[in-house]
């Protein structure tokens, strides 16, 4: 103004150089962080460029800044074209499979509601022809992708091993549609070390399959958090020794210069000036940049930090500074910040902290018992403050420090108070129609405060929720979450509940045995279905009890056992047979099916109904479970077993294991009976029934037995060749990795007998033995190096002909 009056005019000048604010406003870009950022972003050009997958882990302490420079290289890759979808583990949550990574895509599915409508539709197409079968599962994971796919038809009946298997082609499908060459993906998982089971085991799924491209996926945890037995560091180790070589980030504390220059940018100070305060704030933080942030807000409030209106500039008295006594931990001074809140925000924020790190304004207006603009009236405060921030119609907690010390407001003795309250407050309001979505915040919340339950009913109540959860993560294929649950809901039972609730006390003690099976505690599985041997009453019980022991003592290659129980189980029906039958018992076996057959042809047969008793379908799971077994123990009882089964679906109708039993009857009705028309019209039959009445629990085996046990001994061979690979696509989408591999070992063969070009012919070794490398199939994987050695011996590659010596197989051919 004076230049204006004196020269009638004023020089050009930057506007606001001199200002300087009089609150404190604290700096969003990152200290110290450059070289970890450039990593981070060289990692990125390296799977564009190159399409491998790649796994980045940042490792360091609370508040170290590992999330801030994740954030930062997303902002640097936003014109790039480059998608990104990150999520935050928590440890309120981390019973609940898969939470995170859901939570990460929801986030760039919603992204894709807002775009035109012939782009959505192409997602749409490519998003339904990845998840294929398994959509359900996906939209339950992710109910935002409804928006996109629609409504989902329940997924195939799979037997728990192949429907993990499954799940997780599905999920890496799904995840593939966003990774690609156009779009690489990047995905952000945040607090690694609160992680459950079922999501290392996706993460491990991700990275280590060579058909998943253009895929970042970059980890985060606190060292101090884990020790070598940790869940994490176990699946680092495998991830590693299946070849993928992990970068990993150490994130040290920031340097005193690193304080400097905050301090200087923070409170607009020469940079002489900022060293005395940098020092202090350097030597109180241990070089934490949260916790330096934190310390410098609360000095602020304090006063002992001040701007001056005289001065114009910020003022502080290091003597004061270093006199006073401060707490040296980020969660105490989080704690001392959080109780100058309003008492009613305060326990508000106590709520929120009890949900997670993130709820929705809908969950705290249920929990709290208040309107939806009541929240957002009570934590205005804490927003204003920066204590949590509103994203959408959610507020969230701006780092887990900050909720840790919110959760510990709570007296101890309350807390299973408040879990219980909440609990109760969510199966209250949540309709029943809706109940099995919110099952998994209603169960952790209850079973937290199960203590203070004392009512049988009540109790009892809790016990179905759990079953409810369980099965809902057994569906997801989280076994060990739902191990959790079935374990949880069966301790809440009293001694009675055998005889005044046995159905629900029968169902979690069935399926904790099946949890243990599928983790592995064989030991376990097989004494507590031992148990539920005794406890079953009714044929349905029997019959679940006695497919799952079959399968057990099968998996532990202890056929003598799994073949007692398949007679066990029918001496119960009024069958009586012996392990080794005879040859007449076959025969009349036999016999019966063609009289009851009668005139109609074997292809009439196709128009007979579905089974529908649940009794006789169990039973016919029981006698196809034994084939296997029977396989290896007797021919006499394998042939009685197929014979009962295809009795039992002519009598009864066709269930999904009849495909089985008709494809089975091809091989004894030639080989014993000397019969191969009919032998291939009951093969042919399974699978026009596989096709009809899309029996996908079947589908990849019955293609493939019918291939291998009639089509290759009565068409072309290239015909059967079609039909493996058929069956190998089936046993793909429905995870039958046992299929997928005998499928190559199959087609290995046919190349051969159809004398294709031999540079073809090992290609398709290759690619099988590959895939059973991968399976760890010891067995097949010897068949396999044998296949390829004679391929590359009649190539001319070996050292000489009739020796498959290729550095990995030494053998010397005679014949």
Not at 105 to 120: K, T
Request: glycine share 6%; aromatic share 10%.
């Amino acid at each position: 103004m004076t230049q204006w009056l004196a020269e009638g005019g004023i020089d050009p000048f930057p506007p606001g150089d001199l200002d300087n604010p009089d609150r404190l406003l604290l700096p969003e870009k990152l200290y110290g962080r450059e070289a970890e950022i450039v990593s981070l972003l060289n990692a990125h050009d390296r799977v564009t460029t190159t399409g491998r997958p790649e796994l980045v882990m940042i490792c360091g302490f609370s508040g170290i800044g590992k999330s801030s420079i994740v954030n930062e290289m997303h902002r640097a890759l936003i014109p790039s074209r480059g998608l990104f979808a990150s999520g935050k583990f928590d440890p309120q949550k981390r019973d609940i499979p898969y939470a995170t990574v859901a939570h990460a895509f929801q986030g760039l599915i919603r992204s894709f509601l807002s775009r035109n409508n012939a782009e959505l539709e192409r997602w749409r197409a490519t998003l339904q022809e990845a998840i294929g079968s398994q959509g359900h599962l996906v939209v339950e994971l992710m109910p935002e992708l409804k928006l996109i796919v629609g409504e989902q038809q329940p997924p195939p009946d799979l037997p728990p091993q192949q429907a993990q298997q499954a799940f997780q082609i599905a999920l890496r499908r799904f995840v593939g549609v966003f990774a690609t060459a156009e779009h690489p993906l990047t995905l952000f998982l945040d607090d690694l070390h609160w992680a459950d089971v079922a999501s290392l085991d996706l993460l491990e799924d991700l990275v280590t399959h060579s058909e998943l491209r253009h895929l970042l996926v970059i980890g985060a945890y606190r060292e101090m958090e884990i020790d070598p037995a940790h869940p994490l560091v176990r699946k680092l180790e495998v991830i590693q020794s299946a070849g993928l070589k992990i970068d990993e980030i150490r994130l040290a504390p920031l340097t005193r210069k690193n304080f400097e220059a905050f301090v200087v940018d923070a409170l607009h100070c020469a940079h002489d000036r900022a060293i005395p305060l940098a020092r202090i704030l350097h030597d109180k933080t241990a070089g934490n940049p949260f916790f330096l942030k934190q310390f410098l807000s609360a000095l602020d409030d304090e006063g002992l930090v001040a701007f001056d209106l005289t001065e114009g500039n910020w003022s502080w008295n290091p003597d004061h500074l270093r006199g006073r006594k401060y707490t040296e931990n980020v969660v105490d001074l989080m704690v001392g910040k959080l109780a100058k809140l309003p008492a009613e925000t305060q326990a508000a924020l106590q709520q929120l902290a009890c949900l997670g790190t993130t709820a929705t304004t809908a969950m705290l207006s249920t929990v709290l018992s208040i309107s939806e603009a009541r929240v957002q009236e009570i934590l205005w405060e804490a927003v204003r403050r920066d204590f949590i921030e509103r994203i959408d119609d959610s507020y969230r907690f701006i780092h887990d420090r900050v909720q840790e010390a919110a959760y510990s407001q709570i007296p101890q003795e309350r807390c299973a108070e408040t879990h219980l309250r909440i609990g109760r407050l969510l199966v209250l309001r949540t309709p029943t129609a809706q109940r099995e979505e919110a099952i998994f915040d209603i169960v952790n919340h209850l079973n937290r405060g199960a203590a203070l339950i004392f009512s049988e009913e009540e109790r009892n109540e809790l016990a179905g929720l759990n079953l409810i959860a369980g099965k809902r993560a057994r569906v997801s294929t989280a076994y060990l979450q739902a191990f959790k649950y079935f374990t949880a809901g069966a301790s809440f039972l009293t001694d009675n509940a055998w005889t005044d609730h046995h159905e629900l006390a029968f169902a979690l003690e069935f399926y904790r045995a099946e949890c243990e099976f599928l983790l592995g505690d064989m030991d376990a599985a097989d004494k507590r279905l031992n148990f539920l041997s005794l406890k079953a009453t009714y044929r349905l019980e029997l019959a679940r009890v006695a497919r799952l022991r079959i399968e057990l003592y099968t998996t532990l290659d202890q056929c003598d056992k799994a073949v007692a129980i398949c007679i066990g189980y029918l001496r119960h029906l009024g069958v009586n047979w012996s392990p080794h039958p005879t040859r007449s018992q076959v025969k009349r076996e036999y016999g019966k099916i063609w009289k009851k057959i009668g005139k109609r042809t074997v292809e009439k047969l196709v128009a007979l109904p579905l089974m529908s008793d649940a009794g006789s379908l169990a039973t016919l799971d029981v006698l196809t479970a034994i084939f296997p077994s029977a396989l290896f123990t007797d021919a006499n009882l394998l042939a009685l077993a197929i014979c009962r089964s295809v009795n039992l679906s002519l009598e009864q109708g066709h269930g999904d294991g009849s495909c089985v039993a008709y494809v089975f009857f091809a091989k004894i009705a030639g080989l014993q009976f000397n019969d191969y028309k009919a032998g291939f019209q009951f093969a042919n039959l399974g699978y026009d029934l596989v096709i009809k009445h899309r029996f996908d629990r079947f589908r990849a085996r019955t293609y493939m037995w019918f291939a291998q046990f009639s089509l290759m001994w009565t068409e072309h061979v290239h015909a059967s060749r079609a039909l493996f690979m058929r069956a190998f696509e089936a046993a793909t989408e429905v995870g039958d990795l046992p299929v997928t591999v005998y499928c190559c070992d199959n087609l290995n063969t046919n190349f051969l007998a159809a004398g294709d070009p031999l540079a073809e012919a090992e290609q398709q070794a290759e690619r099988g033995l590959q895939l059973a490398e991968r399976a760890r199939y010891d067995h097949i994987i010897d068949i396999m190096k044998v296949q390829r050695g004679v391929i590359r011996s009649l190539r001319g590659l070996t050292y000489e002909f009739g020796r498959f010596d290729d550095r990995q197989v030494s053998v010397t051919c005679h014949g």
